[in-house]
Antibody, heavy 112, light 114 residues
Framework: EVQLVESGGGLVRPGGSLRLSCAAS????????MNWVRQAPGKGLEWVSS????????DYADSVKGRFTVSRDNSKNILYLQVNSLRVEDTAVYYC?????WGRGTLVTVSS | DIVMTQSPHSLAVSLGERATINCKSS????????????LAWYQQKPGQPPKLLIY???TRESGVPDRFSGSGSGTDFTLTISSLQAEDVAIYYC??????????FGQGTKLEIK
């Protein structure tokens, strides 16, 4: 059974940083591209970032490009999202997603 | 990028009646090598993550009541709730995973009881 468990969210001031993690199990992690999707309070779903199976290719939404960095550790089956220079508008639940499989998310709140 | 257009934005249906939500993609989601449409439907209630209802456009996830069904192929898809129950009040989203990068989602449909 595919399981995705996010962690690392929290309350941070504007300009601050966090590292989000997603522990994956139930599938051959290194064989699959992975995605981060976020949902701001009361808003819809927004794709944030993707990474291919080897980690050699990444992609970002324009809204986070240059501030967020996606990476993965295939030896540990963990996906990461380093979020820097955080803005109030980055406040959201961040989900780790593989096709139609989702984790429960981790909440990032950016506030002074 | 694939753009997903979902309609209507909101919908009010009487208990026991049919609810229909539409989703249109800007390009085909049918992968010809396996004849699968890379389209999923989710239900989301307040404070909860999206719950998978339908994948491959028409395959019901285990445990999902059979009043939920998905149909369509290519660029046009439909989620149907055959007989609305009170617990079906939620926001519904479609999601294309045809591209393993750059997922995209419909804007959501808020379903209420009339």
């Amino acid at each position: 059974e595919v399981q995705l468990v996010e962690s690392g969210g929290g309350l941070v001031r504007p300009g601050g940083s966090l590292r989000l993690s997603c522990a994956a199990s139930g599938f051959i992690f290194r064989n699959y591209s992975m995605n981060w999707v976020r949902q701001a309070p009361g808003k819809g779903l927004e794709w944030v970032s993707s990474i291919n199976g080897s980690g050699s290719y990444t992609d970002y939404a324009d809204s986070v490009k240059g501030r967020f960095t996606v990476s993965r550790d295939n030896s540990k089956n963990i996906l990461y999202l380093q979020v820097n220079s955080l803005r109030v508008e980055d406040t959201a639940v961040y989900y780790c997603v593989l096709a139609a499989y989702w984790g429960r998310g981790t909440l990032v709140t950016v506030s002074s | 990028d694939i753009v997903m257009t979902q309609s209507p934005h909101s919908l009010a249906v009487s208990l026991g009646e049919r609810a229909t939500i539409n989703c249109k993609s800007s390009q085909s989601l049918l992968y010809r090598s396996n004849n699968k449409n890379y389209l999923a439907w989710y239900q989301q209630k307040p404070g909860q993550p999206p719950k998978l209802l339908i994948y491959w456009a028409s395959t019901r996830e285990s445990g999902v009541p059979d009043r939920f069904s998905g149909s369509g192929s290519g660029t046009d898809f439909t989620l149907t709730i055959s007989s609305l129950q009170a617990e079906d009040v939620a926001i519904y989203y479609c999601h294309q995973y045809y591209h393993t990068f750059r997922y995209s989602f419909g804007q959501g449909t808020k379903l209420e009881i009339k």
